[in-house]
C-alpha cells in the first residue's frame, strides 16, 4: 500500500466513510448468503419445557405471555426463528387469562394439538381447535382465555424480528381483564359468521384495515381443500404443485390476497411415498410438522420430522420433503405441514425470486 493510499483510507477513517470497493464482496454477493441457519426443534421437548414453564411462571401483566420462541442459532441470541420471522410456542393452563394488548406487529396462531382457549380479538372470542389457523393483524386488541379444564399449547407466529430491525414497532397495554361479555365460548366466531363462507361476501360490511376479516381458517376446510387435490390428481386432472404434493394458501376473503401484511400462510401435503423437488426462494420459512413424517432437507442438512416438529428454511436454500410410507398415526395418511414465510414482503418490495432447478452445487 502506497503512502497516499494509507493516507486516504485514514481520512475516509476519519470522516466515518467506507470505500465500496473493499466490501462488495460482502454488500453485493453473487446470491443470498443468509445470517440464519437451517435448524429443527422438536415438539416433544418443546411441550415438555412448556409445561415446565406452566408449573413455574406464572401468566399476567408484564410478562404478559407464557411464550417460548425459537431462537435461530446463528442469529446472535435474539429470539428471531430467522431475520424476519418469530415463532414460539405459547402454553395457556386451565382457567388462565393471558392480558389484553395490542402491538403493531402482525401475528397469527396455529394449533398443532389440542382446544379449549378462545382468543379474544376487538371483541370477539375465537375458538382455537387443533388444525385451525388464526390470523390477526397488527394493532388489534387481543387476549387468551382457557375455559376447560385441560393445559393447551400452540405455536405463535410474527413478524417481531422485522419490525425491530426497521425499528418500526409499538406496544400498548389492554384492560386487567376482559368483559364478562367476552368471556363466551362460541362455537363460531362473529368473524366466521360473516367471512368463513367460500365463495361468498357479505354485502353492507366493509373492510378497510389491513390483514383478513376472518380470525379462524377451520381444520376442516384446509384439510377438505387438500383431500380434493389429490382426488383429482388420481382422477388424471391437474390440481396438485407437482404429483402427490397438494398445497393451499390462506388468503384475505376481501382482498385474495395475504392474510397479514408481512406473513404468507400456507398448508401442504405430500401423500406417502412421494419426494418434493428440491426449490429454493428467496425469504425464509418456519415449517411445522401438523401430521405424520417424513425426511426433509435444508441446504446439506436432513432431518427426520414427525407430528409438531418445526424447522427453519433460510433464505435462498434448497428445500425438499419425503414422506415416508412407514407412518401409522397420520389421520390423512400423509406427511402434513403447516408452513409461514415473510413473501409478502420480499414481493411488495419486488425482490422476491424462486428456483426450482438442480441444487447440487450447493452455490
Known sequence: MTPALEALYRGFE???LIPLWTEIGDLMPAHPRSKAAAHLWRWQSL????EQAGEIVPVGRGGERRA???ANPSLGGKPFATPTLWAAIQYLLPGEDAPEHRHTQHAFRFVVEGSGV???????AVPMNRGDFLPQAGWNWHAHHNATDEPMAWID???IPFQWTNEAQFFEFGRDEISGAER???ERARSEQLWGHPGLRPLGVTHSTPGSPLLSYKWEHTDRALSDQLDLERQGYAGTVEPGHAAVRFVDPSTGGDVLPTIRAEFHRVTRGSVTAPVRETGSSVYQVF???GRVTVGDLTWSVTRGDLFVVPSWQPLSIVSEAGDTDSDSGALDLFRFSDAPIFEALRIHRTDHSDH???D
Do not use: M, N, Q, Y
Request: no cysteine.
Open 291 to 293: 401430521d405424520g413424517s
Open 360 to 362: 447440487t452445487d450447493k
Open 14 to 16: 476519519d470522516e466515518l
Open 157 to 159: 407466529g410474527l413478524d
Open 68 to 70: 417460548i420462541a425459537l
Open 184 to 186: 363466551i365460548t362460541p
Open 118 to 124: 378462545w382468543t379474544v380479538v376487538g371483541g370477539d
Open 47 to 50: 411441550r415438555r419445557l412448556a
